[in-house]
């Protein structure tokens, strides 16, 4: 394997992330499927694109949160040649908080409950708005509010 998305042993996956592996070299087609490409306790659509040799996993419903899943490619996944992998290929990773998600964007809330950003593109901080107009109360100038 050359590459798997997301990477091993990371963490804060959005549940709706596709899974994805690319082949060192053209794999059948015909023997990438969703018995040969499985995501530990997510059933999905397996696809395969001859062009950039990847395969991608997309799970029929949103993966669990704060979860740790695997992946396998199993040795019943073949090149082009009819050569199977010499032993699985397995890798994990571990979603994250989500909040929600709207299509490619993901909101995601770190344990204390600031806002972390959306999709894979971290957020500076959580947000700080005004509570009211006027002097508060001991130099306090707004409140933290998660979204």
Excluded: C, Q
């Excluded at 062009?51 to 949160?65: D, E």
């Excluded at 994990?92 to 989500?98: A, I, Q």
């Amino acid at each position: 394997m050359h590459a798997t998305s997301p990477l091993n042993e990371v963490t804060g996956v959005a549940i709706n992330a596709p899974i994805s592996v690319v082949f060192s070299s053209s794999a059948d087609p015909t023997t990438i499927n969703p018995t040969t490409f499985v995501v530990s306790g997510a059933t999905g659509i397996v696809s395969y694109d001859g062009a950039s040799k990847t395969a991608t996993f997309v799970s029929t419903a949103p993966l669990a949160k704060l979860t740790t899943y695997t992946a396998t490619v199993t040795t019943s996944g073949k090149s082009t040649t009819g050569t199977a992998l010499a032993a699985d290929y397995t890798w994990s990773f571990t979603t994250g908080p989500v909040v929600a998600t709207h299509e490619a964007h993901t909101l995601v809330l770190k344990s204390d409950e600031t806002l972390w950003g959306w999709g894979s593109i971290p957020m500076a901080n959580s947000v700080t708005a005004p509570t009211r107009t006027g002097t508060a109360p001991s130099g306090h100038r707004g409140s933290r509010r998660s979204l």
